[in-house]
């Protein structure tokens, strides 16, 4: 006789959660490597001979060096962080004896690569009714968002987030961010709601899981594009769910 396997019951919705916004609720910085291409090949007669695909590799790989250990105040300087990081991949290939390039290149391919960035984010679907159901269920919802005061709020304004949440906290505007502590603390206190009653939910491991879960706070990883876990990763998320959208009970 077959075996039928019952599939836990899913936690009933708690009483208030923090989301984040970047790559959670909007596509904003996943696939840097796309954009980086995509770029690379905008400026490939002025980056010729060498191929853009090898300088796009090149920015990345300084890139990701950066920010895995760049202070928190570089987030509020997106701008300088990526012109610089950018120069650093082109110091990388003359090291390896390609020609050298610019920095005047180096701040033009950088300058376009945020434009590209900023023309290019969008709301995940389904996020905005995702949003508006939980709402409507009762659940008191913040967005807690990394990032400098007058981009950050930009995006909430584009993107019509405003009016969706309860509290709205954004790094920049209030001088700390996620994983500090008080990010979470500060957000839950102006809910009104202590950790066993929160949820957060985000892209991150280190901001919306780890950090979280050491508060008490059930911790939900967003997986957009289902790359899964990093290999060797000891984080261990309570819940991993591709859309806002597996929140809302069916």
Do not use: C
């Amino acid at each position: 006789m077959a075996m039928t396997t019952i599939k836990p019951a899913l936690k009933p919705l708690p009483r208030a959660m923090l989301i984040d916004m970047d790559d959670t609720i909007l596509s904003a910085y996943g696939r840097p490597e796309i954009a980086w291409n995509t770029i690379a090949e905008e400026f490939a007669d002025e980056l010729a001979p060498l191929p853009p695909r090898e300088v796009a590799t090149a920015v990345l790989a300084y890139a990701r060096q950066f920010w895995s250990s760049a202070e928190a105040a570089w987030r509020m300087k997106l701008g300088e962080a990526r012109r610089l990081t950018v120069r650093g991949g082109f110091a990388a290939l003359a090291a390896n004896g390609h020609r050298a390039l610019s920095d005047d290149l180096a701040a033009r391919l950088a300058d376009r690569f945020t434009t590209y960035r900023e023309e290019a984010i969008f709301v995940f679907p389904g996020a905005h009714d995702a949003i508006d159901a939980l709402k409507a269920h009762g659940v008191k919802l913040a967005l807690v968002t990394n990032g400098a005061a007058d981009m950050q709020r930009a995006k909430v304004e584009r993107f019509e987030l405003t009016h969706r949440f309860d509290h709205i906290q954004i790094e920049g505007e209030h001088g700390f961010g996620k994983p500090e502590e008080r990010a979470y603390l500060h957000a839950m206190e102006a809910l009104g709601v202590a950790a066993e009653d929160t949820w957060m939910i985000g892209d991150n491991l280190e901001w919306e899981v780890v950090t979280p879960q050491r508060l008490g706070i059930y911790a939900i990883w967003i997986d957009v594009h289902g790359d899964g876990l990093p290999a060797g990763s000891t984080v261990r998320p309570d819940r991993i769910i591709r859309s806002l959208s597996e929140l809302v009970p069916g």
